[in-house]
């Protein structure tokens, strides 16, 4: 089934809060101007304020929908100078949103920017235009338009792709036998990710059979690298490559974020060992 | 594009939380009605119990979107002898919910109730008659039916509109140089909004390039009248107009709620002061 | 209104948190598979790893909706060697998820299983195979194929039914005078929901009108029996019959569990009193 343009969807993503009146008003404002489109929302529990970490979530999350219009909205500088953009990308989906590095950070998930537009034509945006609420009255309503057929090159002029804020990159440092990084997210579950991909370890030649001392300010832990939950023991702290092939920190069915203290942003060494731990 | 009614909308309001079983049941109470009437989800994080927060959330929110029929639950009230009501406001909204002061606080800025109805009709409504749950089954199943045609007149017998609990108002007293009012909400991100508009203080006079002198309890601060948050130095205090009119007092990427420990319903007394902090 | 296939809806819960980008990347997963497929998410709120509860909830929220595909998803032995499986209903619903119970239990409320298979065809789920997310790459891609017609029978081998995880039970323990049972859940309202239904009460001859003695670790109370929480003057402990029939402990807006100190899995005991309190 291809979806025609009565199947068209909007993906919106935002630190607004669950079920927050923000996102019912941005929905209500969408569906007023296209009231076929559906709209599918991919979070908005993001951590306010937190444009790096909403990155790489939503980095992650993209890849999973067809090529979609998305507003996606972390925008601390709403309101300042930032721009209001839309960016096409390769694989043709087309972001709505601040010009603060989330664009340009998804975008890469997606074969990168191609094409980019400033938004500033007055008559796809609400007549109500505050400071403090671009998702209402620029963002939603643009890409409601962008759902019924508005080409991208109408919503305002052309901007220079190396003038957008630039992408952000996940800090790790991997060495022969050391990796220093940092913890970007806590889940609901407790398990703490870490700014370091399975991936990026197999080709540092770190073999997946290790296991690593964690230390994290105080606290010292032997993680071991296991492919489920239930592969540990109680109490015994796992090293697991997460579904989008980030390395976390877990414990089977408890929170390893609280036994290690780790907040979002914690500081992370992990040393290989031998598997010296019984 | 005009919604035809096979794209018929109800609009859904309540305190049972975000992604609650109880907001998934009324979902599907609905769609079981209404297979072809589309959801959108206003805000489920109302306050619970607290009817005046929800009914100034909701009046702001309500003309973003179409005219629609609409489900608006905060009822600490439910199966006491208070009634649930349908109404039919100017604009062609219909609200279903409680008769506590909510529907018509929210029908002040749709115009005003132009016809009630009690829901008493029962083929309209669920066979599990709980006296619990009314969204389940009274709101949301007489909702669904009108989304399929149902005349409001068919849900139950017309009442007089003055009979109807009467709309809540703002606590607030403006004087020249002095504003007594209240905090209504406390949102995400730590803003505090005030049951004050910009618009009231215009009115009244009052210049909006004044700085106040903020009092809640025993904390006191100065606070500067700015049009972003990005206008705010580390650690200032700011009153800031919000999207839908009010003054908030807010901090540059921090909770100015938790700065002045305010939490809904607060007292907050706001005093002029020629610009004199520094 | 009959949905045609351009109607079907997929029910959705899970333990992932309310708008997580886990429940957002399963909607833009099922809506890449079948664009014209409705979801309609019962809850995203069950509490983390505990599939008993989530069974108790759901149980009681699927006879709300028309017979459906629904993705039920509490899983904390997700990677392990349990199975991924569909279940036919008798009501004609099909439900898919982890064989731990959950499908199992809520398929006694729907008329019980008469048909189950395990989820083994790689044509029909994501190509990213992960050990951790299985609602992403097994549970929403099947049941998008379902939604748009691909036969049960084809998801992978039958399944002897009684191979399956048995259905939970509630524990309650019904004598004359006396009930033990727990809480099963505290509500946003802070209700405490028992393990026992009024019905369950009324078959053991314990008429509604009586009061109990109620016992949970070191505290007590008593707690009248009343049809709305209205009935209840302030401070004073009610036991009222919810909307699904389990009886719950309940103050008159404020939080029951909160003033007995009880969470989800407080044993309590309630003995009949001849109505002494005053």
Same mark, same amino acid.
């Given at each position: 089934?291809?979806?025609? $343009?009565?199947?068209?969807?909007?993906?919106?993503? #935002?630190?607004?809060?669950? #079920?927050? /009146?923000?996102?019912?008003?941005? !929905?209500?404002?969408?569906?007023?101007?296209?009231?076929?489109? =559906?709209?599918?929302?991919?979070?908005?529990?993001?951590?306010?304020?937190?444009?790096?970490?909403?990155? &790489?979530? *939503?980095?992650?999350?993209?890849?999973?929908?067809? $090529?979609?219009?998305?507003?996606?909205?972390?925008?601390? @500088?709403? @309101?300042?100078?930032? =721009?209001?953009?839309?960016?096409?990308?390769?694989?043709?989906?087309?972001?709505?949103?601040?010009? %603060?590095?989330?664009?340009?950070?998804?975008?890469?998930? &997606? @074969? +990168?920017?191609?094409?980019?537009?400033?938004?500033?034509?007055?008559?796809?945006? %609400?007549?109500? !235009?505050?400071?403090?609420? !671009?998702? =209402?009255?620029?963002?939603?309503?643009?890409?409601?338009?962008?759902?019924?057929?508005?080409?991208?090159?109408?919503?305002?002029?052309?901007?220079?792709?190396?003038?957008?804020?630039?992408?952000?990159?996940?800090?790790?440092?991997?060495?022969?036998?050391?990796?220093?990084?940092?913890?970007? %997210?806590?889940?609901?579950? @407790?398990?703490?990710?870490?700014?370091?991909?399975?991936?990026?370890?197999?080709?540092?030649?770190? /073999?997946?059979?290790?296991?690593?001392?964690? #230390?994290?300010?105080?606290?010292?832990?032997?993680?071991?690298?296991?492919?489920?939950? !239930?592969? *540990?023991?109680?109490?015994?702290?796992? *090293?697991?490559?997460?579904?989008? +092939?980030?390395?976390?920190?877990?414990?089977?069915?408890?929170?390893?974020?609280?036994?290690?203290?780790?907040?979002?942003?914690?500081?992370?060494? *992990?040393? =290989?060992?031998?598997? #010296?731990? %019984?």
């Amino acid at each position: 089934v291809k979806p025609g $343009p009565q199947h068209q969807a909007i993906l919106f993503a #935002s630190d607004f809060g669950p #079920s927050s /009146e923000w996102v019912g008003t941005c !929905h209500a404002v969408i569906a007023r101007i296209a009231p076929t489109t =559906r709209i599918i929302d991919l979070t908005h529990a993001l951590v306010p304020f937190d444009v790096t970490l909403a990155a &790489l979530v *939503l980095h992650d999350v993209m890849p999973f929908a067809s $090529p979609s219009i998305a507003v996606l909205v972390v925008d601390p @500088g709403v @309101g300042s100078a930032r =721009r209001a953009i839309a960016v096409r990308c390769a694989r043709g989906d087309v972001l709505v949103g601040p010009d %603060n590095g989330l664009l340009t950070s998804v975008a890469t998930a &997606l @074969g +990168g920017v191609v094409e980019a537009h400033e938004l500033t034509d007055l008559q796809y945006q %609400n007549s109500t !235009h505050s400071s403090t609420f !671009h998702a =209402r009255d620029i963002f939603c309503p643009v890409a409601a338009h962008l759902s019924l057929g508005l080409a991208l090159k109408d919503v305002g002029p052309e901007l220079d792709i190396d003038s957008l804020t630039a992408p952000f990159q996940p800090r790790v440092a991997i060495t022969r036998d050391q990796v220093a990084c940092e913890v970007t %997210n806590v889940d609901r579950f @407790g398990n703490a990710r870490l700014s370091v991909t399975n991936d990026a370890l197999h080709r540092a030649g770190i /073999e997946t059979q290790d296991a690593f001392k964690v #230390s994290s300010g105080e606290k010292t832990e032997i993680a071991r690298r296991v492919k489920t939950y !239930h592969d *540990l023991g109680k109490d015994e702290v796992g *090293l697991i490559e997460d579904s989008f +092939g980030w390395l976390c920190l877990v414990l089977n069915q408890a929170a390893a974020a609280q036994r290690l203290d780790l907040q979002p942003g914690s500081r992370i060494d *992990l040393e =290989r060992v031998q598997c #010296s731990f %019984n």
